[in-house]
């Protein structure tokens, strides 16, 4: 009689807006999936490690490491390719070639970029085997880490993480061998040697490494990588994704050998698709953002189906508008070319050619100009009016060059080079080094009665000395108000 009734007004208790991290535990599994993914592992880490070590002939005076950043020479080469600073456009055209091969990609294969090849999924998939061979499988990690510490679990523990950390050191000094001599910097740090700046970058990859594909793992793809939130916008019905067929695998419930299949789904409920699965998913909910297209769930799906004689491929890839079609017994056309196909393949098509157009039509010399604006023009004693300019060269062989300078648009024009007013006329020399970039101040005068206006267009024009390649620079001679 006298029990107390809670209010009514009184609050209903708060949720919590934050839940801990369920750590994820992805059980080994065989199939075609798991052996791509073992053999794009295979070839990316390769890749990685080894394309700083070779070779490529460019000459004496010049490094022969085929792919090489080289900050402090300001040039970055690809084996018979070499990009100068001014030439940070052919950066930004592979960026955008990369760019687009992805929006391509996605739209035709789903994340199979996620899934395959993205760093992050790389190194995860080898920490993770690390961890296997160390700790065991799936359910002897789960015993493991909710066992009481004792010496033979510190050991393990140990065993895994230094293992790690000596991937994660591989990975950093790998990339730092990028922008220095591969064989030079392994000397330097063989000997302790190498510089604090290279020290620094090897144990800021070391630990970003160890961090993200150790401890991180698939949060980095479900929090903090943005491209689970982009890829919604290149997706169709017709991409070919994960799919899971809800019309045969429903109702799923566990099943007994002695039970019939009537009035059942093929779906007995066994879980393997989720323990299999990088980032701990269920496919069977539907798409998700944290899937990320490996395929581990179709190897672990279709074993069990054979194992329990039934029909492959409950969870396989697919596209969404083959699913109504898979269900009343058909299948239908895979629409490859599609209108965002066609566009992504027409860009790529299209930045392609461009570049290669530019590569293939560079010239080994550029030339700029910039005219001096204070004073815009100086009236001389005699007469003539005087323009000043400062022209920079820029050669791109391997030897040094003289080129001449010359004036088209302006009779009567002589040049002087500021340090050399000796050699004034109307066709001066310029030397510029092996591969830099030659600065010269020059005066450019002529009678003031040439000028028809206050504004003159004019080209200074260099030419190589053993060459016929003429390159100009538009600009303006200014004089007085006629």
Aim: aromatic share 10%; net charge positive; hydrophobic share 45%.
């Amino acid at each position: 009689m006298n029990a107390e009734r809670p209010l009514l007004d009184e609050p209903a208790p708060r949720k919590a807006l934050f839940a801990n991290r369920a750590k994820v535990y992805p059980k080994i599994v065989a199939g075609r999936f798991r052996r791509l993914k073992w053999a794009a592992m295979a070839l990316l880490l390769g890749l990685y490690y080894l394309a700083p070590w070779l070779r490529w002939d460019r000459g004496p005076g010049s490094p022969d490491q085929a792919i090489l950043a080289d900050i402090p020479g300001a040039r970055l080469y690809f084996f018979f390719i070499e990009i100068w600073p001014q030439e940070v456009y052919y950066l930004t055209g592979v960026l955008i070639l990369g760019a687009v091969g992805l929006f391509l990609a996605t739209a035709l294969f789903g994340r199979i970029w996620c899934g395959f090849a993205c760093p992050q999924t790389v190194w995860s998939d080898l920490y993770l085997q690390v961890e296997r061979w160390i700790e065991g499988e799936r359910a002897e990690r789960i015993r493991l880490d909710h066992a009481p510490w004792s010496i033979a679990k510190l050991a393990r523990k140990l065993a895994k993480h230094a293992a790690w950390l000596l991937i994660a050191a591989a990975t950093g000094g790998a990339w730092i061998f990028y922008f220095n001599d591969a064989p030079t910097l392994m000397r330097g740090l063989a000997r302790f040697q190498a510089s604090p700046t290279v020290l620094f970058f090897i144990a800021l990859f070391t630990a970003t490494t160890y961090l993200l594909a150790g401890w991180v793992r698939e949060q980095m793809c479900i929090y903090m990588c943005p491209w689970p939130r982009f890829q919604a916008a290149m997706l169709d019905e017709h991409s070919t994704i994960v799919t899971y067929e809800a019309w045969r695998g429903e109702p799923r419930s566990p099943k007994r050998k002695t039970e019939s299949w009537d009035q059942r789904g093929d779906c007995i409920d066994c879980r393997q698709c989720v323990q299999v699965c990088p980032t701990g998913i269920d496919i069977r909910d539907g798409q998700q953002l944290a899937c990320i297209g490996c395929g581990l769930c179709i190897d672990a799906c279709n074993d069990i189906m054979a194992r329990i004689e039934r029909p492959g491929d409950l969870i396989a890839f697919d596209t969404e508008a083959n699913q109504p079609a898979r269900m009343v017994g058909q299948r239908s056309a895979l629409r490859l070319f599609r209108p965002r196909v066609l566009v992504y393949v027409a860009l790529l098509v299209a930045v392609a050619g461009i570049m290669l157009f530019s590569l293939m039509n560079r010239s080994d010399t550029e030339l700029t100009v910039q005219r001096d604006r204070a004073p815009l023009f100086v009236a001389l004693s005699d007469g003539d009016v005087r323009n000043s300019y400062t022209v920079k060269i820029l050669n791109k062989t391997r030897e040094e060059r003289d080129y001449r300078l010359s004036v088209d648009g302006l009779p009567q024009a002589r040049i002087t080079v500021v340090g050399h007013e000796g050699e004034a006329g109307d066709l001066v020399a310029l030397p510029v080094k092996a591969d830099a970039v030659g600065s010269f101040r020059i005066h450019i005068r002529v009678p003031r009665d040439v000028l028809a206006g206050s504004s003159t267009p004019i080209d200074l024009v260099v030419t190589p000395f053993e060459a016929a390649e003429r390159h100009a620079a538009s600009t303006l001679f200014l004089g007085p108000v006629p």
